[in-house]
C-alpha cells in the first residue's frame, strides 16, 4: 500500500511537470502557485499577463518563489506576433522581415536582443522561432511569420536565431514541426492537411528543423497538421511516427518536444484536449501547451487526471511519462545554469548597446529599416495626410490586440493626418476612403493584398482616380507593387511602421540614430 501512494504520487508529480498551462491576470493565482509546489515545472504568459516589463518581472519573481527552476514561456515571435509589447506593437520586425535582409549577423543580434529582453523580465523559455517555409503564399496563419518560401533560406535563419536567443539565456522552441508552411487552413480552426510526398517533406518542410536540430534548439513544437506520407490518421502532435519515428529516431532529436496549443480546433474538436494530451505524451511530446484559450485550474486538473488515469489503465506508460517529465527538468536546469552564465541585466550602456552584447538597443528598427523594398518614387510628405487602414480579420495567433500599421507615426510628423479603417463589409470602401480624405494625399495601408480580393479592388478602385497614393503592403507582398510610391515593410511590427512613415516622410525618428545601411554594434 505504501509504495503504490509513492507511486502514484511520483506519477502525479510527472503528470503536473509535463504540462504548461496558461492562468488569468497579471499576478499569479493562488491555485497556481500551489501546482507549481506540487510539481507543475512550467508556466505560460500570454498578453493577458503583461502590461510593463517591472510588472512581467515581479510576476516571473513571484512564481520562481515558489521553485526557482520553473519554466516560464511566452510565444514573443517579435513582428506581428508579441505578448511582451502586445498593447503597443513589437520594438522587432519579425521573420519575414530578417529573411527579406538575408543577413545572419542581423538575425542573430535581433533574436538576442530580444531574448535579453526576455530574460531582463525572467522569461526562459520562448515558443520561438518559425521554422515553417511558406511555400504556400495563401497560407492564413503563418505569413510574415516565417523566414521566406525558400527552404535554404528559412534554415539559415533559423540556426542564426536559435543561436541568438539561446545566447541570451532563453530556450528557443523552433515550430511547427514537421512544417506549418503549405497549409490553407489555419490549425486554430480546423485541421489543416498537407498532401505532398516523402520527397518533397524532405527537400522542403524538414530542412529547416534538420538546421535548428544542429543549431542546438533546446525545444521543438510539434504542428496540428495531418500529413497521410507521414502518417495517414494522426495530426503530428498525436503520431508516434512523426514524432518518435521521425523527430526522435531519425533526425535524431534529443531535445524537449512540446505541443502546440491543445485547445485549437484541429485536436479538441476531434479528440478533446484530454484525449489529446494523453495521446500526445504516448506519442513522443514532452510537454502539453494549453493556456491560450483555457486559462482556469480546472483545465489543469482535468489534463493531470488524464494522464495519471491512463497509466494506471496501461494506456500511458509509466516510463514513456517519466522520461518526459524528466526532459522538462532537464531543460529547467540548463536554464538555470544559463541563466548564471549570462550577464546581469541593467541599463542600456554607452553608444546605446545592450549590456553585455555589444548589440545596438535600437536593433529593431535598425532591422525594419534595412527591410523595406520601395518601388517607385514620391515626393516626401510635408502635409497631413489620410491614412486608409484596409484591415483583414487577424488570425488568432496575431490575434487583434496589437496596434499595427502607419497612421500613428505619420499622425507624429505630421500632426492633423486622420485615418479610418476599412474591412471586407465595408460598402464601396474605395469611394469612402475619397470622400474621408478630400484633397489630403492617401497613403493606403494593405495587409496580405493578395490573399483578399476586396482589399485588391479597393486599391484598384482608388489608384484609378488617385494615382498619387503611396501604398503600404505590412504583409507578404505577394501581390505586384502598385501606387506612386509602393512600399513592401515585410511585417506589421510597430518599427515596421515607424521605418515606413520615415520613407514616406523623409524624417528618421527622433530618438534613433539615423543610419539605415548597417546594424551598429553587430
Not at 498525436?238 to 535524431?252: A, D, F, K, V
Not at 482556469?296 to 497509466?311: F, G, N, P, Q, Y
Not at 480624405?437 to 482616380?465: C, K, P
Amino acid at each position: 500500500m505504501t509504495t503504490f501512494t509513492s507511486t502514484t504520487d511520483t506519477v502525479t508529480r510527472d503528470a503536473l511537470a509535463v504540462l504548461q498551462p496558461g492562468f488569468s491576470g497579471i499576478t499569479a493565482p493562488d491555485w497556481l502557485l500551489r501546482r507549481v509546489g506540487e510539481g507543475l515545472s512550467s508556466v505560460g504568459l500570454f498578453g493577458r499577463n503583461i502590461e510593463t516589463p517591472e510588472q512581467l518581472a515581479a510576476l516571473t519573481a513571484q512564481l520562481r518563489a515558489e521553485r526557482d527552476d520553473v519554466l516560464v514561456a511566452i510565444d514573443e515571435e517579435g513582428g506581428d506576433v508579441t505578448r511582451l509589447e502586445v498593447r503597443h506593437g513589437s520594438s522587432f520586425p519579425g521573420n519575414l522581415a530578417l529573411g527579406a535582409v538575408d543577413d545572419l549577423e542581423l538575425t542573430r543580434a535581433v533574436a538576442q536582443e530580444l531574448g535579453r529582453r526576455l530574460a531582463q523580465c525572467g522569461v526562459n523559455l520562448n515558443w520561438a522561432p518559425s521554422a515553417d517555409v511558406n511555400s504556400n503564399p495563401g497560407n492564413p496563419v503563418i505569413g510574415v511569420r516565417s523566414f521566406g518560401a525558400d527552404p535554404h533560406l528559412v534554415a539559415r535563419h533559423t540556426a542564426a536565431y536559435i543561436e541568438g536567443l539561446q545566447a541570451a539565456g532563453v530556450a528557443a522552441c523552433t515550430k511547427h514541426f514537421p512544417g506549418h508552411g503549405d497549409t490553407a487552413v489555419d490549425s486554430h480552426h480546423a485541421l489543416p492537411r498537407i498532401d505532398v510526398d516523402l520527397e518533397t517533406l524532405h527537400a522542403r518542410e524538414l530542412v529547416p528543423f534538420r538546421a535548428a536540430i544542429a543549431a542546438g534548439s533546446k525545444s521543438v513544437m510539434s504542428a496540428h497538421i495531418l500529413l497521410p506520407a507521414l502518417d495517414p490518421d494522426r495530426p503530428a502532435t498525436l503520431s508516434p511516427q512523426i514524432l518518435t519515428g521521425l523527430l526522435r529516431n531519425e533526425l535524431g532529436y534529443d531535445g524537449l518536444i512540446v505541443t502546440d496549443g491543445m485547445e485549437m480546433q484541429a485536436i479538441s474538436a476531434t479528440y478533446g484536449i484530454e484525449r489529446g494530451s494523453v495521446l500526445a505524451i504516448a506519442a513522443g511530446a514532452d510537454a502539453i501547451c494549453v493556456g491560450g484559450g483555457l486559462e482556469d485550474e480546472a483545465t489543469v486538473l482535468r489534463l493531470r487526471d488524464a494522464l495519471v488515469a491512463a497509466v494506471r489503465t496501461g494506456e500511458l506508460p509509466e516510463e514513456r511519462l517519466a522520461d518526459a517529465a524528466a526532459r522538462v527538468r532537464a531543460l529547467a536546469s540548463w536554464t538555470q545554469r544559463a541563466r548564471g552564465a549570462v550577464p546581469e541585466p541593467g541599463a542600456v550602456t554607452q553608444e546605446g548597446t545592450a549590456p553585455g552584447t555589444g548589440i545596438a538597443s535600437d536593433i529593431g528598427l535598425v532591422a525594419a529599416r534595412r527591410a523595406l523594398q520601395l518601388t517607385g518614387a514620391a515626393e516626401p510628405l510635408t502635409e497631413p495626410a489620410y491614412v486608409a487602414a484596409f484591415t483583414p480579420v487577424a488570425n488568432i495567433a496575431v490575434g487583434d490586440e496589437t496596434p499595427w500599421g502607419v497612421a500613428a507615426e505619420l499622425a507624429r510628423v505630421l500632426p492633423g493626418t486622420a485615418t479610418d479603417t476599412y474591412s471586407g463589409e465595408t460598402e464601396e470602401p474605395a469611394a469612402s476612403v475619397m470622400r474621408a480624405a478630400g484633397e489630403r494625399r492617401i497613403v493606403a495601408v494593405v495587409r496580405d493584398a493578395h490573399r483578399h480580393a476586396w482589399m485588391s479592388q479597393a486599391l484598384t478602385t482608388l489608384l484609378a482616380e488617385r494615382p498619387d497614393t503611396v501604398v503600404v503592403e505590412m504583409g507578404v507582398p505577394q501581390a505586384e507593387p502598385r501606387g506612386a510610391l509602393y512600399i513592401a515593410t515585410h511585417g506589421a511590427a510597430r518599427v515596421c511602421g515607424v521605418a515606413a512613415a520615415e520613407a514616406i516622410t523623409g524624417a528618421p525618428h527622433p530618438t534613433v540614430s539615423g543610419h539605415r545601411a548597417e546594424p551598429s554594434g553587430v
